[in-house]
């Protein structure tokens, strides 16, 4: 979610004009950031467009909203919508609650009843609708149009990746706030990431294996017409689908889904409505505007998706013991999280080489999502092929 992280937003775009102004960047463009009001909303805010498709503006009207869920047959009432156990103690901007929904285990993303939340609901609800069905993309069921303003999705079982991997597979719910903060932090230093039992070749392709799911969901977004950007892809905004019921952690099997598309954009994003969207640590340099300007396109999704890869790898948040301010004068100066701390030994040489390429300082270097998948695909192959006839068998059935 943009500008989800622990310093206010005021602060955070003093933070980024810093970083712009250490770098040299436009004058016009601090000029047109000064004249554009403080960041007091979180999402970018599409609008319903002649397509339906999210686009960056003001809020729909409500009945454009109704009009273009109902289309789609996503337009929900909220009397059927049965809401159960809260998933986070702490509350984030907008809650995630277990529901029910024509008989059907869901959660529901609950926003505030405020201007704020009414736009970011539509953007997110318009955004996910306009999207389309993709089997790494967290299912849409609907959303409603009215209060209790929400978003109903599939329940993805497993909990977050996030959880998954720096938090030993806590479950969902248990307790802490999942958005990207301080909190994550400390929670990452508490729990070691992957359990030592586990054979090292097959939680590789695990992680590949989820990896490439992820993956699979930018390349499908990214091949739109036009390209729609997630522009938050990290592991606290993947799913995974399914628990083992003897661990109650994720189920070595699950698929992961792409989820929180409340950042999400159709490009060509405005440069001045692109700056700094996302989260600090997993944010490309030019959303920092470290070359002088905003650019805003697929690559950054891949850089992001290259800190994700580094997540899963290293068992680590980005720059895991900087502030953010310092993490984005490192974004910012060319120290990707690969320069900051390096991976364990033994992770394999392709991926961490696809990992640097996907955290290019330039943008242009960057593989795109295809060719990431490819390489993902080719590294899943050879760590089947070495394994153990057991363990392939195991992996192969996930990846279908
Ligand atoms: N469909 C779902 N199934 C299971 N857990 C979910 C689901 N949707 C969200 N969550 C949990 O809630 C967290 C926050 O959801 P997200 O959509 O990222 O909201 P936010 O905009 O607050 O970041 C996720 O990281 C995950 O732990
Ligand atoms: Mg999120």
Request: proline content about 6%; glycine content about 8%.
């Amino acid at each position: 979610m943009r500008a989800r992280c622990s310093v206010s937003v005021r602060a955070r775009y003093a933070i980024v004009s810093a970083v712009y102004a250490s770098y040299g960047a436009a004058r016009s463009l601090a000029l047109a950031l000064a004249r554009r009001a403080p960041w007091s909303v979180r999402h970018a805010v599409p609008a319903a467009s002649a397509d339906g498709r999210a686009r960056g503006g003001a809020p729909p009207p409500a009945s454009s909203l109704v009009e273009s869920l109902a289309a789609r047959g996503h337009l929900i009432d909220p009397l059927k919508v049965t809401l159960g156990e809260p998933l986070r103690a702490r509350a984030s901007y907008a809650r995630c609650a277990r529901a029910t929904w024509r008989g059907m285990e869901a959660v529901a993303k609950v926003f505030p009843e405020d201007a704020e939340g009414e736009a970011t609901h539509a953007a997110e609800a318009l955004m996910l609708s306009s999207l389309g069905a993709h089997r790494s993309i967290v299912r849409f069921l609907g959303a409603t149009a009215r209060a209790p303003r929400m978003l109903v999705l599939q329940w993805a079982a497993g909990g977050s990746l996030h959880d998954d991997v720096h938090n030993a597979g806590r479950a969902v719910g248990t307790g802490g706030d999942v958005g990207v903060g301080r909190d994550e932090r400390i929670d990452a230093r508490r729990a070691p990431a992957v359990p030592a039992a586990q054979p090292a070749r097959s939680r590789w392709a695990r992680d590949v294996r989820r990896a490439l799911n992820v993956c699979a969901a930018l390349e499908h977004m990214h091949s739109l017409q036009p390209p729609v950007l997630h522009r938050d892809v990290k592991a606290s905004n993947v799913l995974l689908s399914a628990a083992d019921p003897a661990t109650g952690r994720a189920a070595p099997a699950a698929s992961a889904l792409l989820c929180d598309f409340g950042s999400a954009c159709v490009l060509p994003a405005n440069e001045s409505d692109s700056l700094g969207i996302g989260t600090p640590g997993w944010m490309a340099p030019e959303l920092l505007g470290a070359d002088g300007a905003v650019h805003c396109g697929c690559a950054a999704d891949v850089y992001s998706f290259g800190a994700l890869l580094y997540e899963l790898a290293a068992g680590a948040l980005p720059y895991a013991n900087l502030a953010e301010a310092e993490m984005m004068r490192a974004a910012a100066s060319g120290t990707s999280p690969l320069d900051h701390a390096p991976l364990p030994a033994d992770t394999p040489a392709p991926l961490s080489a696809l990992m640097r390429d996907c955290l290019a300082f330039d943008a242009r270097e960057r593989p795109d999502a295809r060719r990431v998948s490819e390489r993902l695909a080719e590294l899943l192959a050879e760590l089947l092929g070495e394994g153990r006839e057991g363990e392939r068998e195991g992996l192969s059935c996930a990846t279908a």
